[in-house]
């Protein structure tokens, strides 16, 4: 579906409102006529203006009227009536129907206003959420791929831009058009001759800005595009200031956004140049037609054909005008960057997970057997990263899987609990199907520790108990106990309700770790898939974290990526993967004694020895 229609059918879930706003908008339209007609009044009865040409038999309400004037003209003799009934003399009655014109306008107006902006802001609000359900929901693929900075200002920038549209803009536009069809009325029925001369030269300035516009909405599109690319390296920036810094590559990353700056100014300044002729132009246009009108004019109440204040009451009407048309250009603008905007946030909305749950899905029992991978193959693109991989972890087991980097362990393990899916071959978990299964029966039983740890800007209690309001508190500091993490929280400034900073900033890499574990012993998950990460611990913090691992690692079902001697060790089996295959398996002893990638591997050092580890008694329920 368009972005267009798509738009007008999440407006229309609010038409109980637009309607009212509507309403208010034509009293508002009604209300400028009547304050223009009583603007003549003003300056031909009140004022006097007219006395002359009245008392000589010209003007006032005569035959040849137009409909829409001899309706005002009755309305005003009505009310004129009444306050002389009253007593009140014209020079009060007029200027204070002019008044109540006046007030009437700006109440109605503001209803309008409020009403059709609340839409705007209501309508941003369902897309925004929408857009967010679906962002939380897609693939892992999709956010490997995709770049932060876009994606904020998909949710962001683009989504306030249909906000713009469809609040201030559609009021200005709606409003515009009504008052500009009476306004038009009302300068027909005045002055038939002059309004058609009128009318038959606006084209000549509607075309030019009719050609503007569609200059603008193309400058606005790309525009779009290069602040997207500026956002993007801005987010890696503040992502990668570390790396930035240690590689010195400040004027490198200065240079990359300079170019991207500059993309944007370019597509700015030609949209400036633009805008900037468009005023100008516009205004020199109506100058020569208020001249010619003068003149024109001039003829007419020498003909007494027309009185002043009516020609003041003329004016006024095409300045009205020129409002709405002049405001064309501005609105056309948003609105056409309200679509390009669109467009990007429904391509977030309507992107499929490419993981997807089968409608007929089953609730996975608690496991009870075994995992097998069955012929799995997998690739990201065109390279295989895992080819025919078949293998059956039992209920209990250790497993360690090794292998040069670049084998395809974190790959292998992201199948489990279907971040990805097999390209070939399939998964079971006690014989059914993965892709059978529900993806939440199926992801509450296992537990994940990533390689790269992350944390949320929350407190050390909600990182543990993640998703959880008001988690049991022994359960909490069980968990942080067999973490080996309640010794530094415990030294937090505020313990447990301590925030850790965006990335975990304030905590060292071996405490974002044990903290990540104390999050997994909490979930008590039957199967833990560790990813073990060594390289940027101290010997004395990887001792900690390594016996936090083994206390998770007790009584589940353990696949772990490991990188530790100690762990590979203990495990009950390994398995050696080398260029997307699974090429041995057996226990540390077992794989030592043949030549092949472990032993090579082992001589290598690819595993680290903990000492700490190795010597700490086995660690018991603490
Ligand atoms: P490690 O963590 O360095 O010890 O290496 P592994 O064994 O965990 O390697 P893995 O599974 O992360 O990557 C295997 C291959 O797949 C490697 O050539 C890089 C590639 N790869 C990994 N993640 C992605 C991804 O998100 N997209 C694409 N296109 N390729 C990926
Ligand atoms: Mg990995």
Redesign the pocket.
Known sequence: MKPFPRLLRAFGRYRGRAFLALLAMVVVSISTVAMLFLLAKVIDDALGAGAAARLSGFGGAGAGRATLLRWLDAFYATARLTAESHGIPVRFAVPLLLLLALVSKNVFSYISEFELNGIGVAMVRDLRREAYDRLLRQS??FY??SSTGDLMSRMLSDVEQIQTAFGHQLTDLVQGALTLILLLLYVFSMNARLALIIFLLAPVILLPIVSNTRRLGKAATAARERIGHLGAILSETLRGHRVIKTYAMEDFEARRFEEANNDYFRVNRKTVRIQARNAPFMEILAGIGLSALFVYAASEIHAHRMEVGELFSFLAALMMMYKPVKDVTRINMAIQLALSSARRVFELVDRVSEIQEKPDARHLAPFSDAIAYENVSFR??D?P??LDVDLTIRRGETVAIV??????????V?LLPRLYDATAGRITFDGVDIKDATLRSLRDQIGLVT?DTVLFDASVRSNIAYGQSSPPEEKLRAAAHAAYADEFIDRLPEGYDSFVGENAGRLSGGQKQRLAIARAIYKDAPILIL?E?TSQLDTESEALVARALMNLMKGRTTLV?A?RLSTVRRADRILV?DR?RLVESGTHSELLARPGVYHRLHAMQYFTETEAAESAPVPGPR
Request: glycine share 12%.
């Open positions: 892992t693929r490997s791929e990201y693109e390279q990263v895992l292998g040069p980097s670049g084998a395809g362990k974190t790959s292998l992201n390689q990813d990460a990526i990188h993967f997307a």
